[in-house]
């Protein structure tokens, strides 16, 4: 039998002996409170009798008009009394009618009573004397037996009290006996069908757990826990094959990754080789540009100075237009260095202290900064760990970009700093003419102009800002409007103390 099924069928069980012990119950002590509703009847009845006697006596003792009032008075709640009772049992309906025509007679012998002893001359006439004194006593002899007849109802409803308290009783009792039974027989289905299998079904996990695959659960019951340990026997045989697959996997894995790892370490290498390579390349490379640039300008001034009054003002212009050219060039070549040796030539990172950064940048631009009539402020920056030299060129590159693209007003230049979720997050902002936000990515590109010629700057100092910050693990960004100047962010992320 299945466990919901065994757990339905007790139910039921249980619910029927509680419905049958309600009723019982029930119906027990309707008939106790009839029995004791009908046991005091006839204890009124008894002493309605026993007051009937007592009046009766001293009505033919003294003749007095009270006695006779409360002797009819309690005739007539005896007759409702006896008129009102609902006995059910033969016997009980047998003196119940008995009392009720004695309890007739007894009201028309005393009304005769009363009529013998209200004549004129009663106790003159033998004869009449004789007959009050037979009526008294014929109704003192119909209490008597009518009090009999109470009393035997009072002890026929006592006893069926008590038997129905001990009906009762009995009933509690079996009741009792048969929920224990019924507690008793539920305890030992669900020590042998639920208890010992989840104990089994629980070192079974353990044992899963644990690592040891090859573990069963012996349980062959065709109820829900018997088909828990099959569905659990499936999935621990099933876990035992991913299990080994997933082994192989992992070794199919490790070899590629160890293959992979010495790939990558000697794409390392190569990379590392030729960035080296590069390097060197760059630096021979702009040195020996370099030179040749030198020489082109110096020979065409010397021409321009020695020449100069045979070549006429067209070819001076193009003497001049050759010689910036050739600035020009230079000047590049320097940018794509110092781009270049951004990674390769810096320093280790120390502690430093923003603030002395930001004065030495303002220092080395001091002759820019006095002819723009510029004030550049600061607020509170903090300790970090950068490099103190392109940290330097940093706050420099931004500080000249807000001299070049000043407005009308002089420039107003404020330097910031402020923690945020594990990052010092730094702001170069200025009054400038600022840019269209839709240029606020390409300003970072190397070689990216938005201006005229007439412009100095080849558009590379912003791009060398964003290397240098990307070698110390931030980012940087612009946020700018046309005409509502512009503010550089960038962040350094928190090291040690800083």
């Known amino acids: ?6 757990l339905l069928v007790t139910g039921i069980v249980f619910l029927a002996m509680m419905a049958a012990l309600v009723t019982v119950s029930i119906v027990t002590a ?13 204890t009124s009845i008894l002493w309605s009798l026993q007051s009937l006697s007592v009046l009766t006596t001293e009505y033919a003792a003294y003749r007095e008009e009270r006695p006779v009032y409360q002797v009819l008075q309690t005739q007539a709640s005896l007759a409702k009394m006896l008129d009102e009772a609902r006995f059910q049992g033969p016997e009980e309906k047998a003196i119940l009618a008995r009392i009720t025509g004695q309890n007739k007679q007894l009201r028309s012998d005393f009304e005769y009573l009363v009529q013998l002893y209200g004549q004129e001359g009663l ?5 009449q004397a004789e007959m009050a004194e037979r009526v008294k006593s014929r109704s003192h002899l ?7 007849d109470a009393l035997r109802l009072s002890d026929i409803f006592g006893a069926k009290v008590a038997v129905t308290q001990t009906v009762a009783d009995i009933i509690l009792g079996i009741a009792l006996l048969m929920m224990i039974a019924l507690g008793v027989i539920l305890f030992v289905v669900a020590w042998g069908r639920m208890l010992v299998p989840l104990v089994r079904l629980q070192k079974g996990t353990r044992a899963i757990a644990e690592g040891k695959l090859d573990y069963r659960v012996g349980i062959a019951s065709r109820d829900e826990i018997g088909e828990l340990a099959a569905s659990f026997n499936t999935m621990a045989e099933r876990l035992k094959y991913s299990y080994s697959a997933l082994g192989r996997s992992r070794d ?19 990379l590392h080789r030729s960035n080296i390579e590069l390097q060197q390349f760059a630096y021979v490379a702009s040195h020996d540009l370099q030179e040749p640039l030198r020489s082109i300008s110096s020979f065409l001034q010397l021409t321009e100075k020695r020449y100069g009054d045979r070549l006429g003002n067209e070819g001076k212009e193009f003497i001049g237009i050759s010689v910036a050219a050739a600035n020009r060039l230079q000047e590049t070549i320097r940018g794509l260095l110092d781009y270049s040796r951004v990674q390769s030539l810096g ?12 004065n030495e940048a303002v220092n080395n631009l001091h002759t820019a900064i006095e002819e723009s009539g510029a004030r550049v402020t600061t607020g509170g920056l903090p300790l970090i760990y950068a490099d103190n030299r392109q940290l330097v060129r940093l706050f420099q590159n931004l500080i000249a970009n807000s001299l070049k693209f000043r ?3 002089p420039p107003e230049i404020k330097i910031t700093a402020e923690k945020r979720q ?10 400038g003419i600022g840019i269209d936000p839709k240029y606020n990515e390409r300003i970072f590109q190397i070689f990216q102009r938005l201006h005229p010629r007439s412009v100095p700057g080849i558009g590379i100092g912003l791009a060398v800002c964003r290397r240098i910050v990307e070698r110390h693990g931030g980012r940087i960004w612009i946020e700018s409007e046309i005409g509502k100047g512009a503010a550089f962010w960038f962040t350094i992320p928190l090291r040690g103390d800083n």
């Open 142 to 148: 119909d209490i008597e037996l009518m009090a009999d």
């Open 422 to 431: 594990g990052e010092w997050y730094f702001c170069v902002k200025d009054n």
């Open 347 to 358: 320093s280790p990172f120390a502690k430093v202290q923003a603030e002395a950064v930001v």
């Open 407 to 409: 407005g009308v007003q």
């Open 252 to 270: 199919e894995l490790e070899i590629k990754v160890r293959e992979r790892t010495a790939e990558l370490q000697r794409t390392a290498e190569e």
């Open 30 to 42: 309707q008939e106790g409170v009839r029995g004791r509703e009908n046991r005091g009847t006839a």
């Open 123 to 127: 106790g003159t006439t033998v004869k």
């Open 1 to 6: 039998m299945r466990i919901k099924t065994l």
